[in-house]
């Protein structure tokens, strides 16, 4: 199995920054795609970014100039720079990552648990 822990999440006032960064960790043999996604109050979860293992990166088009993905690969790790924070910012963002076991090798996709972010007018 594969765990995701997301971490940075928080309070911070409009056009403020944030980090969040997600660290997949247990029986890992690859992983593939990672991403960020966000779900606010409701609403349908939806698509911020997502990057490959080559680093290849896409963006919601509303997000682009704002947001940046990355990742570490020696660290099993992705990262999401949020700059200029608006209100409608404000949701729970969920960590997602296609990953290869060590087990059975085969791919599987994986969520973490979600981390708040809530920006403030």
């Known amino acids: 199995q594969v765990q995701l822990v997301e971490s940075g999440g928080g309070l911070v006032q409009a056009g403020g920054s944030l980090r969040l960064s997600c660290a997949a960790s247990g029986s890992i043999f690859s992983i593939g795609v990672m991403g960020w996604y966000r779900q606010a109050p409701g609403k349908q979860r939806e698509l911020v970014a997502s990057?490959?293992?080559?680093?290849?990166?896409n963006y919601a088009d509303s997000l682009k100039g704002r947001f940046t993905i990355s990742r570490d690969n020696a660290k099993n790790t992705v990262y999401l720079q949020m700059n200029s924070l608006k209100p409608e910012d404000t949701a729970v963002y969920y960590c997602?990552?296609?990953?290869?076991?060590?087990?059975?090798?085969?791919?599987?996709?994986?969520w973490g648990q979600g981390t708040q972010v809530t920006v403030s007018s």
């Open positions: 997602n990552a296609d990953a290869q076991t060590v087990v059975w090798y085969s791919w599987d996709n994986y």
């Open positions: 990057i490959t293992s080559g680093g290849s990166t």
